[in-house]
């Protein structure tokens, strides 16, 4: 069983480092196959598919950030500070995986995966949803948050987040977010206010994701083409 999962590891590290160097359409099973010098019969033991590949991919790197926002939540002091800091390690866009966020653009919306995005979602809530529940009732305990159902508002908080990840990606991956850059802005301060109201938070306190990475990425992807 051990030499089992120590091969299926092999497998999704291959292909990850395999997608960013040469792309997921430009990088096959057989690519796979022959960094790993493994058969195909050896390969469908474990995926049924190169796209069931990149979503195990997904989930290593939700594990991965699970440990991160876990680790950098903990340092900060006060539920603001937590919310605010686990919400920009739920964000796809981040600086020190960039690589990461370009080929989940590239397949998930550029090339219109649902797939692979209900993966990510999935991802998203089994990673920060008992923080953020933790949070919630921290704040309330500290007189910052005032809701009535602090257990629902976490998970409708990330549904709302997830779903502006969603509008985010597709305007990078359109190719065009300088001419939607304003819409974008408004839609991000609607989204903003809503997370505010349903907890009952000062306005301004919440900070839904780093404005500049939103250029880089765009201007990352038009650089691979």
């Known amino acids: 069983m051990k030499k089992g999962i120590e091969r299926r590891d092999q497998i ?4 990850e ?15 796979v196959l022959d960094a790993l010098s493994l058969s195909k019969g050896g390969f469908y033991h474990y995926f049924q598919s190169k796209i069931e590949l990149l979503e195990a991919v997904c989930r290593r790197q939700s594990v991965r950030d699970a440990e991160e ?12 500070a937590k919310l605010n800091t686990l919400l920009q390690y739920c964000g796809l866009l981040r600086r020190d995986r960039m690589d990461f966020a370009l080929l989940v653009l590239r397949v998930g919306y550029l090339g219109g995966s649902l797939q692979l995005r209900a993966c990510l ?4 809530m089994e990673a920060a949803l ?16 005032f809701t009535r159902f602090p257990d629902d508002i976490g998970e409708l908080i990330l549904q709302l987040f997830a779903n502006i990840t969603d509008e985010l990606a597709m305007l990078i991956a359109s190719g065009a977010p300088e001419n939607q850059m304003g819409d974008m802005l408004t839609r991000l301060e609607t989204y903003r206010c809503s997370v505010e109201t349903l907890l009952g938070a000062p306005f301004g306190t919440i900070t839904l994701c780093d404005l500049r990475l939103i250029p880089e990425a765009a201007a990352a992807m038009a650089a691979k083409g």
């Open 12 to 15: 999704i590290e291959a292909a």
């Open 69 to 80: 926002m876990t680790a950098a939540v903990a340092q900060k002091e006060g539920a603001v």
């Open 121 to 124: 979602r999935e991802g998203l």
């Open 130 to 145: 008992p923080m953020m529940r933790e949070i919630i009732l921290e704040g309330m305990a500290e007189n910052v948050f």
């Open 17 to 31: 480092r395999l997608f960013y160097e040469k792309g997921y359409e430009q990088t096959s099973v057989q690519d």
